[in-house]
């Protein structure tokens, strides 16, 4: 049996990382993971829908694969991709987002061992840690990110790990990624941010002082809300190594097709978030002036508590825009009833335009938690239409 070792990707994405390393961006986005096919010059990596691989002699594996959970070549090439993106040594490709942060809760902690979790956060997240991880005996408590002392405050000497989103979902809190990085290693504990919402377009946590990043790759690295995946993207090659062997040992790989639609939509990541963030600027902007509007929370608006955090970590402000309606649930529930361009939808990040009322859709299951949603709240998820269609929208959608 091949060890982990032997695996192809652990030295390829090292490589490839180290090879594009003075690339920018948008540059990386397009040609990380993305050879040109050995034998016939395909440009774009082919999608290899295969479960085993051909030995020449018992062992004797080309290019190091055997079996497609351990690795497959278009799995490979996304997450050499996602590896270069966020600036980390490692990327590792699963089915969900959700399926890769149980990959990584049982490869960091034992029962026992306590976690620091955000008080705003995406609903399954939550969920995660409160009806599957407890019945393991992992511990957590719930904490104010963007107050690095709070962290601190919650940190205890069984705590193993800080689970950080930012901006978070749906609130659009922002945490200090390098306070909160201080903070968690001067108590030796790992720090996670969860990018989903940023993208590493925006914000590049690794960089920042974080240990792991997670992402749904079905939310804007996809991009058109036709595939679900997750990932995790790491620095230090020996946790990498520790990821991949859990990887492989528990099961939740991205398959082939799925990695190579993610592998597409990462090459327009750039562009898009341009405009995500454009779009999604200017809708705050006519929703601070909105008189039924009583509140709205972005990150690009000067009177947000984390505006300063933001500039200083992030190139732009995303996508997501949320605000609370006058009228209470019914008024919120109403305008998302009428929204015609915005389409009610639950996830995010995709080239068409959502809404939602997290109350009771994406964070029903935080309810009486002490991450539950205001009733009032309504959710954006800002695409990449003509912005003045979706204003429009909204302002009948409000009337
Ligand atoms: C959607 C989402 C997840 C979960 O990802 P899935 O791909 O749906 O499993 C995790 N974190 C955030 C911030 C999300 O928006």
């Not at 962290?151 to 979902?169: D, F, L």
């Not at 030796?188 to 002082?209: C, I, M, W």
Request: aromatic fraction near 6%; hydrophobic fraction near 40%.
């Amino acid at each position: 049996m091949a060890g982990i070792g032997n695996r192809p990707g652990a030295l390829r994405s090292v490589h490839m990382s180290d090879s594009h390393i003075s690339q920018h961006f948008e540059t990386l986005a397009i040609h990380a993971g993305n050879t040109a096919d050995p034998q016939t010059g395909a440009v774009v990596p082919p999608i290899y829908q295969v479960s085993t691989y051909k030995q020449d002699g018992v062992g004797g594996l080309r290019g190091g694969y055997e079996y497609s959970r351990s690795a497959n070549p278009t799995r490979t090439a996304l997450e050499e991709n996602l590896a270069a993106l966020e600036g980390g040594r490692r990327g590792l490709a699963f089915a969900s987002g959700l399926a890769a942060e149980d990959t990584l809760l049982r490869t960091l902690l034992t029962p026992g061992d306590h976690v620091v979790i955000p008080n705003d956060a995406y609903g399954g997240t939550f969920r995660l840690f409160a009806k599957v991880a407890t019945r393991w005996g992992v511990e957590w408590s719930v904490a104010d990110t963007s107050d690095p002392a709070a962290v601190r405050a919650a940190i205890t000497p069984k705590t193993k790990a800080v689970w950080v989103e930012t901006p978070s979902n749906p609130l659009l809190g922002i945490t200090d990624i390098a306070a909160v990085a201080q903070v968690a290693h001067d108590a030796g504990v790992k720090l996670v941010v969860d990018n989903t919402f940023a993208t590493p377009y925006l914000q590049q946590p690794l960089s920042l002082g974080a240990d792991v990043v997670v992402h749904s790759l079905t939310k804007y690295m996809g991009g058109h809300s036709d595939v679900v995946g997750g990932a995790l993207i790491v620095s230090d090659p020996g946790l990498g190594e520790e990821l991949a062997y859990h990887q492989n040992a528990m099961g939740a790989v991205a398959g082939p097709f799925d990695s190579w639609l993610v592998l597409r939509g990462t090459k327009t990541l750039a562009v898009r978030m341009d405009r995500h963030s454009e779009n999604a600027t200017k809708i705050a902007d006519m929703l601070t002036r909105h008189p039924r509007v009583t509140g709205v929370c972005y990150p690009g608006l000067p009177e947000h508590p984390g505006h300063d955090v933001a500039v200083k970590q992030m190139k732009a402000f995303g996508g997501m825009v949320s605000f609370r309606v006058e009228g209470g649930e019914a008024a919120a529930v109403e305008v998302c009833n009428r929204a015609k361009i915005f389409t009610l939808g639950e996830s995010l990040g995709g080239v068409e335009s959502l809404i939602e009322h997290p109350g009771r859709m994406t964070h029903a299951s935080a309810a009486g938690s002490p991450l539950e949603v205001p009733a009032d709240l309504v959710r954006l998820s800002v695409g990449i239409e003509n912005v003045d269609d979706l204003l429009e929208d909204l302002k009948q959608a409000l009337a």
